[in-house]
Structure formats: C-alpha cells, structure tokens
C-alpha cells in the first residue's frame, strides 16, 4: 500500500488542523493505521493508532485533543487535531502496518509498521 499524507500548515495555539493520510494500491481497511510524529532533534513516535479490530489509541499527550477517524468510501484516515500546543509542532507521518494488521500494545514502536507516508509539517506558533 502506498500512502500520502497531506493538511498540514501553521496554526495559532489552540486552533485546530486535520491531516488526511490516503492510500493507493490497497484498501487501507485491512491495516492497522498509525500516525506518528518527529519533532526537530527527537525521534520519531506514534500519537495514535486504528484498526478494524482494535483502538484507537492515544498517546497520553494528545488524549482528548486529537482523533483518528477511517473514511472506507476515500480510502483514507484522518487526524483530526484540535486544542493544538506549540509542543504540538513536528512532522507528522501515517503508516501502516502488514495485511491483517492490528494496533496492539506496540501500537507505537515504527517497527509496527511496514508502509510510510511521505510526512506533513505542522507548526504552531503565534
């Protein structure tokens, strides 16, 4: 499967952006689908993950704030962000994981995963 990530920008603290991840070449339905995000001189690490089996989950920074959403019809997962945070700015990056795939407990690792977005920068800042 092959994955675009796109909707990122600038926004004040406390606005609100949603980061589409679509995909080609495969039903994003039959993977566990995480977003994960990598700020400047930190690693990269999952927010959130959804599957048709499982999750979502969150991490504990963005609980209540942001949410992961399926759309079969466009073949596509959303991040919605909302309450957004200077903290919040970073390079964010969908991928999936392997056919059949769930989020489980490693729902965050990158090893999870086998198919990468090419990442969307969102800032914010005032």
């Known amino acids: 499967v092959q994955l675009q990530a796109s909707g990122g920008g600038l926004v004040q603290p406390g606005g609100s952006l949603r980061l589409s991840c679509t995909a080609s070449?495969?039903?994003?339905?039959?993977?566990?689908v995480a977003w994960f995000r990598q700020a400047p001189g930190k690693e990269r690490g999952g927010v959130t993950c959804?599957?048709?089996?499982?999750?979502?989950y969150y991490v504990d920074s963005v609980k209540g704030r942001f949410t992961i959403s399926r759309d079969s019809a466009d073949n596509t997962v959303y991040l919605q962000m909302n309450s957004l945070r200077p903290e919040d700015t970073a390079v964010y990056y969908c991928?999936?994981?392997?056919?059949?795939?769930?989020?489980?407990?490693?729902?965050?690792?990158?090893?999870?995963?086998?198919?990468w977005g090419q990442g969307t920068q969102v800032t914010v800042s005032s």
């Open positions: 991928a999936a994981g392997a056919i059949g795939s769930v989020c489980g407990k490693a729902y965050y690792s990158r090893h999870h995963y086998r198919s």
């Open positions: 959804l599957s048709t089996r499982d999750g979502p």
């Open positions: 070449g495969s039903t994003l339905g039959r993977y566990a």
